[in-house]
């Protein structure tokens, strides 16, 4: 495991590399070392606070324990998270879902009855198996997934957090006697203690109102010390009893972290497993494995905030990894587990701290606080700490969710929300994410299948292809077009949307001779999907109807190609369904068969006379004659350039047999088909009559014949006969309004489908 975990770290180049890409001036240095300081005076505190609201539960005793569990975490996280996530200015410290997850194992085990060796057993298993589902996460490149967490869910998961946190530290506040909650305790006011009521109110108080006294000094700071003022003027005052250092519930307590008691924090998990056994593993996976999604979500989510202010961006792969092996090292030394924060994160970045070492200094501070000013806080009021994590807890919840209740758009959202936080309230937060993300998919499922997969609707005789035909043929095509239908289909394609997909077709099946169905906008198919595309095929089939599939993608934004796809499953099994790779491809070919259902077969190999052209069925045979003299006949093979884009040429083309198409260069070496001329069209009129240089390329279909009137030689001619030249171009002209009058007719027929 831990050759995977350093290989992982190299073929990334995680380890030290981003370290090395940073260049340690004197001012970074500095920087990262009053940024680690500051970091470490907001984090510490809240550390302790978390710690005491893990182990208190267990009795007043392990409230000494818990604060330095958390010091420790303080600690080992900053060092190791640091050096091994590397995620620029990130501070790590215990936080506000470990104290959740671990105060409510505590609650839980010690109601049920099991022995404090048990439950401090359970407790350091589930810290030291939550590590390793992180670096797990981290191994297995999952971090990315974690921070793809519906919001709601999020949500739902801070603002449970928030309410436990906060349900967990009134009694505290209110200094009830062991095993009472918060609800019992608000219908007993006689127990309330005085002195811990008014040291609570003075924390909170001057927490909230922090950023109008002092923007220089963290808001923790200021409220931890106003409790420990007002906690000593109480004492001096009023309740003399409070300057008891022993034996004093309403402080931490005295903090034995000499050589003994260090080494008693590091043994104590292996003698509570020879005193008492394994807990039941029920008890040790599930708060693990939440645990260590929370902590992960709490990090990422924190990195994602620091990406936006840095311009940075950060390795979640890496970070998972990191943090796994801070809150294992934290674990194994008998600290509380952590991960990255946000207001400790904050304060690094605006003290100065700019690279990963801020991080490193931290937990150096830290340790230096651990072994210096251990006198000092086992004097810090128990419920300044509970007040300091009710306000913290208070701004976890989001608060702004509740708009989300006012608008029927997002009232589902707000739903999920309030499930997650009473599902992570009444039952487990492990359940309250299964059951988040059960609603965001169920969400997601309602929202596409309510999206219609049809963005347009079209007939034959509306949409036409590229090919330039003459009058008969479009009289044709708009008479028997209509049994044409076209749906171009969008988004996903799947269980929920078939039927809706189906009942919008259905209909049409009855009298259409073709079905063309457009894939390009198709994010995805399923199985299901996949069939009912099938039965409508055998439907056609049955009705000597064809289907038509276009523009099939070949990779889908999954990756999946969508075209084998529907082969595999059997929709191209028969010469009924056809695939064409571009849409104006599929509309000239059920043109080609709706004129053949008709009768109309254009494709001949004979060539054209002068005189058969549809452009010159005005001119009598005087006129032909002359215009004879300047036609030169062109003979061009299959693949051949006619003329290319850019080129000078004056010839209005006329196509005595076979077909040539235009296109249009692009600036990455693409083309766009524009049209498609065939026997008895002609093109090339623009450059003919204003002697500019051609537009587009024109290549030869198949072996095809031109007569070419060259624009200097048709006026040698026409000087001579005026009345030819009139007539000429009345023709092009009347013949270019007809195609820009049909042109503008199919874009009014594209805007009203």
């Known amino acids: 495991m831990a050759c995977h975990i350093w290989s992982h770290l190299k073929g ?89 997850v671990l105060s409510a194992l505590t609650i839980q085990m010690t109601q049920q009855g099991s022995a404090v060796s048990t439950v401090v ?102 409220g931890l010390l106003a409790g420990m003022v007002t906690y000593w003027w109480l004492a001096l005052t009023s309740w003399p009893e409070l300057q008891a250092l022993h034996n004093n519930p309403f402080i931490i307590g005295p903090l034995d972290v000499g050589g003994d008691g260090f080494f008693e924090s590091l043994v104590e998990p292996w003698k509570s497993l020879r005193e008492s056994g394994l807990p039941h593993w029920e008890q040790i996976v599930f708060p693990a494995a939440t645990l260590a999604v929370l902590l992960s979500i709490d990090t990422l989510k924190t990195c994602v905030v620091l990406d936006a202010l840095t311009g940075s961006r950060h390795n979640s792969n890496k970070e998972l990894i990191g943090q796994g092996l801070g809150n294992l090292t934290s674990v194994l030394i008998g600290g509380a587990p952590g991960a990255g924060t946000m207001g400790a994160t904050l304060v690094n970045k605006a003290s100065g701290g700019s690279t990963y070492l801020s991080g490193v200094f931290q937990g ?200 084998s796809y529907v082969d595999h499953i059997g929709l191209l099994s028969d010469s009924t369904a056809k695939v064409f790779d571009e849409f104006d491809e599929a509309l000239e070919w ?32 005087q006129e032909i004659e002359a215009l004879e003299k300047c036609a030169v006949h062109h003979v061009f093979n299959e693949g051949e350039l006619v003329f290319a884009a850019d080129s000078v040429g004056h010839e209005l083309m006329l196509i005595s047999r076979g077909e040539v198409k235009v296109t249009l260069p692009t600036a990455n070496d693409k083309t766009i088909h524009l049209a498609t001329f065939s026997r008895g069209q002609f093109f090339g009129e623009m450059s003919f009559l204003d002697g500019r240089k051609h537009s587009a390329n024109v290549h030869a279909s198949r072996e095809t014949e031109l007569i070419s009137i060259d624009r200097k030689a048709f006026a040698a001619v026409a000087a001579g006969d005026p009345v030819m030249s009139i007539s000429v171009m009345r023709a092009i002209a009347l013949a270019i309004a007809d195609r820009l009058r049909h042109a503008n007719a199919e874009l009014r027929e594209m805007r009203q489908i």
């Not at 297995?140 to 449970?160: A, C, D, H, N």
């Not at 009289?475 to 919008?504: N, P, R």
Request: proline fraction near 4%.
């Open 12 to 100: 990334d180049n995680l380890l030290f590399s981003d370290k090395q890409s940073t260049t340690m001036t004197k001012n970074n240095l500095s920087g990262d070392i009053w940024g680690g300081f500051a970091a470490m005076l907001v984090a510490l505190p809240s550390a302790i606070a978390f710690g005491v609201t893990i182990f208190s539960p267990l009795g007043a005793d392990f409230g000494a324990k818990g604060a330095l569990a958390g010091m420790l975490g303080v600690t080992a996280l900053g060092l190791i998270a640091a050096t091994f996530g590397g995620t620029q200015r990130l501070i790590s410290a215990p936080c506000a879902p470990a104290a959740a």
């Open 121 to 222: 057993m359970a407790l350091f298993l589930v810290a030291l198996a939550s590590s390793l589902f992180q670096i797990l996460f981290g191994v297995l490149r999952v971090g990315e997934l974690i921070k793809y967490m519906p919001f709601p869910v999020v949500s739902g998961y801070l603002s449970g957090v928030g309410l436990i946190i906060v349900m967990s530290q009134l009694p505290k506040w209110m200094a009830l006697p062991k095993g009472m909650n918060w609800w019992e305790g608000l219908h007993n006011p006689a127990l309330w203690q005085t002195p811990s009521l008014i040291v609570g109110a003075a924390t909170a108080g001057v927490m909230l109102l922090a950023p109008k006294i002092s923007t220089k000094v963290p808001a923790v700071i200021q």
């Open 364 to 563: 150096l501070w830290s340790l230096l606080a651990i072994l210096l000013l251990t006198s000092i806080i086992a004097w810090v009021p128990v419920s300044a700490l509970a007040a300091l994590l009710i306000v913290i807890g208070v701004k976890m919840i989001d608060w702004h969710s509740l708009k989300l209740a006012r608008s029927k758009d997002t009232v589902l959202d707000f739903a999920v929300i309030v499930l997650v936080v009473l599902v992570a309230n009444t039952v487990s937060l492990i359940a309250a994410s299964g059951v988040g993300v059960a609603m965001a998919i169920l969400l997601f499922l309602r929202e596409q299948i309510h999206t219609s997969t049809i963005r347009r609707k079209s007939y034959g005789n509306q949409v036409f292809s590229s090919r330039v035909r003459g009058q008969y043929e479009r009289e044709v095509l708009a008479e028997k077009g209509g049994h044409t239908v076209i749906f171009e289909l969008q988004g996903s394609l799947f269980f929920g949307t078939t039927d809706q997909l189906y009942t919008a077709i259905e209909p049409e099946l009855k009298n259409a001779r073709f079905v063309v169905l457009d894939l390009l906008r198709v994010q995805s198919m399923d199985m299901t999907a996949g069939h009912m595309i099938e039965r409508i095929r055998n439907m056609l089939a049955d009705n000597h109807a064809r289907l038509i599939l276009t523009r099939v993608p070949e990779r889908l934004p999954s990756g999946r190609d969508l075209r």
């Open 590 to 621: 059920v043109e080609e068969e709706t004129l053949k259902l008709a009768g109309h077969e254009h494709v001949s190999h004979e060539g054209l006379a002068l005189d058969k052209f549809e452009l010159f069925h005005g001119l009598n045979a």
